[in-house]
């Protein structure tokens, strides 16, 4: 018991030294590089959009404009350079939307959601995973919170109906995955080290860490009524 007692402690001073150290410099610069990057030509030469059509390559532009657009609007004034900057580019492919085929609404609005509802996915298992090293009044964990909460309003425009719920289903299959990949990982080196090693040790927090997401989002949002 008293090893056991120890070996605790001498993780928590582990963690909170590692947080204190590191989060003076590296908040900046984790906050900076979620920024969107407003680069047109990058959006325009997304390998996803090969061999598509041009009124598909055009929805799937515009899907993954919106996102950023939710994200900068987040961050940055309405009027700001960044968000009038892809304000424009959405308005201009729209246009070309339009003269290509004028009746591709729905099929837009389903690619919106989709698009919106992967990035949410995305960055619930980002925020599980950084929940193992920043606590949540961070400004790490605060930016992907206010990210989430704009990306989830957005798809609640789009898709009215049980939009959180479809959100919540998901966001919880992208959680369960990524732990199912951090077990399989922890086994593995569990073969290798000890189980007061560092590495595993970080894996089981961002595992509690990630289940406690998961439970959130089920109580919290609930399921699809079906």
Avoid: C
């Avoid at 908040?27 to 920024?35: D, F, G, K, R």
């Avoid at 998961?214 to 919290?220: K, Q, S, V």
């Amino acid at each position: 018991m008293l090893d056991l007692f120890i070996m605790k402690n001498k993780l928590f001073v582990y963690f909170s030294l590692t947080t204190i150290f590191f989060s003076g410099w590296v908040t900046l610069n984790q906050v900076s590089a979620q920024l969107p990057v407003n680069r047109s030509s990058d959006n325009m030469n997304n390998p996803r959009y090969e061999s598509q059509t041009r009124e598909d390559k055009l929805i799937l532009q515009i899907a993954d404009l919106e996102v950023k657009h939710v994200l900068l609007s987040s961050r940055y004034l309405l009027n700001s350079p960044e968000v009038e900057s892809v304000n424009q580019q959405l308005q201009n492919l729209r246009k070309q939307l339009v003269q290509v085929q004028p009746n591709k609404t729905m099929q837009l609005n389903t690619a919106i959601a989709k698009a919106i509802k992967t990035k949410i996915a995305e960055l619930e298992v980002e925020r599980g995973i950084k929940g193992a090293y920043y606590i949540i009044q961070s400004p790490v964990i605060q930016t992907i919170e206010n990210d989430i909460k704009s990306l989830r309003k957005r798809f609640a425009q789009i898709q009215p109906r049980n939009s959180q719920a479809v959100i919540n289903s998901a966001a919880s299959q992208s959680i369960k995955i990524k732990i199912a990949e951090l077990k399989a990982e922890n086994a593995r080196l569990r073969n290798i080290y000890t189980s007061t090693n560092v590495n595993i040790l970080t894996i089981n927090e961002q595992i509690l860490q990630l289940e406690k997401r998961l439970a959130m989002l089920t109580t919290t949002f609930g399921s699809i009524t079906k």
